[in-house]
Each structure stands twice: as structure tokens, then as C-alpha cells.
């Protein structure tokens, strides 16, 4: 998904408001803290690699316990690994998968404004700056961060929850869930996925909307894709109605 950097700063990062009006809790910290480190390695296509930051994250996982054999580092090029982490849950239901992608559109210093760099994680006025803030860093930043969480807290879901950090999503020639899927399969194979293409916005500091992407680049079409379609129309009108009333 591409976002132009005048959207990029009009999306705010969830611990923005804590950030801004009160200390971090340790977990939002932590979620910071790794949000920086993504930001700040350059995993675009064209000069940077994902595998620098995947073995950043796998180390964060190591570290707080999770055994080598939860952990897969693998991609069809040694400059775009992928990261694939399972949690272990009670094994009740099928595993659900938290997918993120590592990569992110290339980016210019000189096309960014003269005091911002996109690879320096920048905080200012409330809002957070850097190529991948919104797409996807933030949202592999959650998840990393839930996923030590769950270990810190002995959390035992009803079901093994898989995260996957992937390569090239942003149209680079090693697509990570592509590879993944043909090259271990069993690895990521869940009941379903969370992934971007949906969103969630504030407004007045509060949850305003979180909309669901029911599929991603993809230009085929079919009855069912139609129907789909036809479904986000009529919810987009009546969401936007109902929205329109209660917040005017
Ligand atoms: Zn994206």
C-alpha cells in the first residue's frame, strides 16, 4: 500500500495522544521503542534490505525467551528475509496469523522537506515522522510488541498466533507472503489473517471509525469479488450516515 508523505502526517501512530499528554506505560514504550528501531533501518527495495530488520525483531524475540524453533529467518534472497514467529496457544482453534510487511517504498531524502530524513524517527507537534510510520511499521510495531507481551504475561490463547514479518510487499521482486507460501506453507498456515488495508482513525482523541479491507492489490474480478464490492458500498453509506449524525 503506498501513502504519499502528506498522508504519512496526517496518520496518527495510536501512542501518539499517551506520548503526548502523559508517560508511557512500559508496553506503549516498548511499542515506541521498536517502531524507532523499524523506522530507522532503511528496508526499502531499491538500496536497504529487510533482512536487518528482521533479525533486529528476531533478537527481541530471543531475548525475551522464544525458542529458535519458534523462529523461522528465511527469504529467496540474503537481502529479503522474512520473519515468522509462533506463540503457542492452547491448540483449541486454528492458528490466526498477524501479518505486517518489513519494506517500504523508497524515499528520497531531497524530495522530503530539508528537516526531515525519512530513515530518522522524528516526533514533533504530535505527529510522527519517517518512511513506514503509517505502512507498515507501526502496525508490525504492535504486533511485535503484543507478541513479547503475551510471553512477558504467560498468556495462553485458545489458538497459536503466528506472527509474520514479510519481504517486498511494496512491489519488489521477492514478495515475502508469495515465497512463504510456496516454500513453507506450514509455517503460516492459520484460519485467517489480520493485515493493513483496513484502518482505524481517532477524532477528538476518540475511536472514530475502523474499516475492514477485504482484499489487497489484486485486479482480478469475479461474482464474489462484485459482491464484495457491492457490500463496502452500501456499508460505506451507511456507516457514513450514521457517522455524519452522531459526530456533526
Ligand atoms: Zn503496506
Redo the contacts with the bound molecule.
Sequence with gaps: ???TVASIATLAFPVLLAAQSQPLTPAQQLAHDIYKELIEINTSDSVGNTTTAANAVAKRFRDAGFPESDLFLGGPKPDKYNLVVRYHGSGARKPLMLL??LDVVAALKTDWSPDLDPFKFIERDGYYYGRGTS??KAMGSIFIANMLRFKQEKYVPDRDIILALTAD??GGGSNGVRWLLANHKELIDAAYALN??GGGALRDGKPFINSVGAA?KSRRTSPCRRRIAAATRRFRATTTRSISSRWR
Aim: charged content about 60%.
Design positions: 500500500m503506498r501513502f505486517a510487511h505502512d507498515d510487499e511494496e493493513e488495508g489487497e
